[in-house]
């Protein structure tokens, strides 16, 4: 092993694509959360309802990869009992997707404000 979050090189080949997997859902939620941020600016800068209701749209996929990922987490470690390194990883992604829902709160802060319901 390596210092640092590394999440590839593990023994075991089921783990390493459990944590893999863990990793592209939080890359996705990432995605998901900078196009809300996005998108919640155009709609604040140009006052534009039809963006800022997709935005409040989309609020529900950004909390459903908070619980899916939280999910995927807790299995991870119940199942495989990772240690040092590994566990570590995992619960960096876990700290990660918990900004990262709050970034998407915020962006449907703006959102509601656009639409007069803030």
């Given at each position: 092993?390596?210092?640092?979050?590394?999440?590839?090189g593990h023994t075991s080949r089921a783990f390493d694509g459990e944590l893999s997997s863990l990793?592209?859902?939080v890359v996705e939620m990432g995605g998901l959360v900078l196009l809300q941020a996005r998108e919640?600016?155009?709609?604040?800068?140009?006052?534009?309802?039809?963006?800022?209701?997709?935005?409040?749209?989309?609020?529900?996929?950004?909390?459903?990869?908070?619980?899916?990922?939280?999910?995927?987490?807790?299995?991870?470690?119940?199942?495989?009992?990772?240690?040092?390194?590994?566990?570590?990883?995992?619960?960096?992604?876990?700290?990660?997707?918990?900004?990262?829902?709050?970034?998407?709160?915020?962006?449907?802060?703006?959102?509601?404000?656009?639409?007069?319901?803030?």
């Amino acid at each position: 092993m390596t210092d640092g979050l590394d999440i590839e090189g593990h023994t075991s080949r089921a783990f390493d694509g459990e944590l893999s997997s863990l990793h592209v859902r939080v890359v996705e939620m990432g995605g998901l959360v900078l196009l809300q941020a996005r998108e919640a600016a155009t709609a604040y800068t140009e006052w534009d309802s039809s963006v800022a209701t997709l935005v409040l749209e989309r609020e529900r996929q950004v909390n459903g990869y908070e619980l899916a990922v939280d999910e995927q987490s807790l299995a991870l470690i119940a199942k495989r009992q990772p240690m040092a390194v590994d566990l570590r990883a995992v619960l960096a992604m876990s700290k990660i997707v918990a900004e990262l829902e709050r970034a998407g709160d915020e962006a449907k802060k703006i959102g509601l404000t656009v639409l007069g319901r803030a």
